[in-house]
């Protein structure tokens, strides 16, 4: 098998990278850098710089490098920016794919990997959100997420691709500081943007019907991540299942962590434990999403190792690496 990795040279893409060449898959990774770092990416896997929507790109590499298998990471993934500029997501996140399934149809390769987001689900009022949740996402970026998925299932029908779609719940921590996570949208950063700016943490309302009244939510550690990318690969690259059809799976711990109990651990691993403030509640917050994990054991026969701290403590070494303290 030989993997082609979009979006490979960036935050979750790279560690899926590094895990899968690491336990001996050929791997490539394909990123416009966009957000993308090369440095994250060891020397001997090579990066074309390039989008993952141009067809002709693609053309050449799958040609020229008998790939056998697609891992698409790559997309736009702001919450906020989705809500601004919904066209321009799903012309990116929907469009884009679309292109990249024809050329993969067209050179006859048979496995895609998807990544998909509990953001496909929305705000459901269940305990342990399972992959047969409903699925009502509250935002373009979701949206977007959810048609992808739509997408994925109805081209492997149609051209003969095993297909799975993993929906990541809150992915944090880092395999090596160097592969951190750059961004500040998601919380653990946020956090510590705030902290190292001297200011106290913010937490969105503390009224939701919650054991402390903060949102709670399923924190997935990124190296966790990268190893149901390998189980998920190596499934669809088994014989036996090619055509089996498509798989759905929630990336999770099962587990629920809330907002003030993380702040709580960020201020004892970082030292600096100023009290969060409590502003009022943002809109479209799910007071509680966390993931059944059973069909990713079943299916995959992979579950999450690590844990919340060492997420928080493996971030933390990331960001005083990248902020210089
Ligand atoms: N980070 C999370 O918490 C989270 C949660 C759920 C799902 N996801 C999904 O995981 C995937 C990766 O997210 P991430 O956190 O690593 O983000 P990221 O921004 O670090 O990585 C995305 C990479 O894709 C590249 N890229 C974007 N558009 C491209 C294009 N058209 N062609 C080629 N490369 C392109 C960027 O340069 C970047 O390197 C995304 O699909 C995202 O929606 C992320």
Redesign the pocket.
């Given at each position: 098998m030989t993997w082609l990795i979009?979006?490979?040279?960036?935050?979750?893409?790279a560690h899926v990278a590094r895990a899968m060449s690491d336990a001996g898959e050929r791997v490539l990774a394909?990123?416009?850098?966009?957000?993308?770092?090369p440095a994250r990416l060891p020397a001997h896997i090579p990066l074309f710089e390039?989008?993952?929507?141009d067809t002709g790109l693609l053309k050449q590499v799958f040609a020229e490098h008998a790939v056998t298998g697609v891992v698409h990471?790559?997309?736009?993934?702001q919450v906020g920016e989705s809500v601004a500029r919904p066209a321009h997501y799903y012309e990116?996140n929907v469009g884009?794919l679309a292109a990249l399934l024809a050329a993969v149809a067209e050179a006859g390769i048979e496995r895609f990997l998807f990544?998909?987001?509990?953001?496909v689900y929305g705000n459901p009022d269940v305990d342990l959100i399972t992959e047969d949740t409903p699925c009502a996402p509250v935002n373009p970026?979701g949206e977007t997420?959810l048609a992808g998925e739509w997408l994925v299932r109805a081209a492997g029908r149609a051209h003969g691709i095993s297909t799975v779609c993993l929906r990541?719940?809150?992915?944090a921590g880092a395999a090596a500081p160097d592969l951190a996570?750059?961004?500040v949208f998601?919380i653990v950063p946020m956090v510590f943007d705030r902290l190292t700016r001297a200011e106290a943490p913010r937490i969105f309302g503390d009224d939701y019907p919650t054991p402390d009244g903060t949102c709670v939510r399923d924190y997935i550690h990124v190296a966790d991540l990268a190893e149901a990318h390998l189980a998920a690969a190596r499934r669809l690259g088994r014989t036996d299942l090619v055509q089996a059809g498509d798989l759905t799976v929630n990336i999770g711990r099962g587990e629920g962590v809330s907002v003030r109990e993380l702040i709580t651990m960020i201020g004892e691993v970082t030292g600096d434990r100023r009290p969060p403030v409590v502003e009022a509640r943002r809109p479209g917050d799910a007071p509680r999403a966390v993931a059944s994990s059973a069909r990713a054991a079943e299916e995959l026969g992979w579950t999450a190792r690590r844990g919340v701290r060492d997420m928080v403590e493996s971030a933390w070494r990331g960001w005083q690496l990248h902020h210089g303290e």
């Open positions: 979009t979006g490979g040279a960036g935050y979750i893409g394909l990123d416009d850098l966009s957000a993308g770092v390039g989008s993952a929507h990471l790559a997309a736009r993934k990116e884009g990544s998909s987001s509990a953001a970026y997420k990541y719940f809150n992915v996570d750059l961004g998601n």
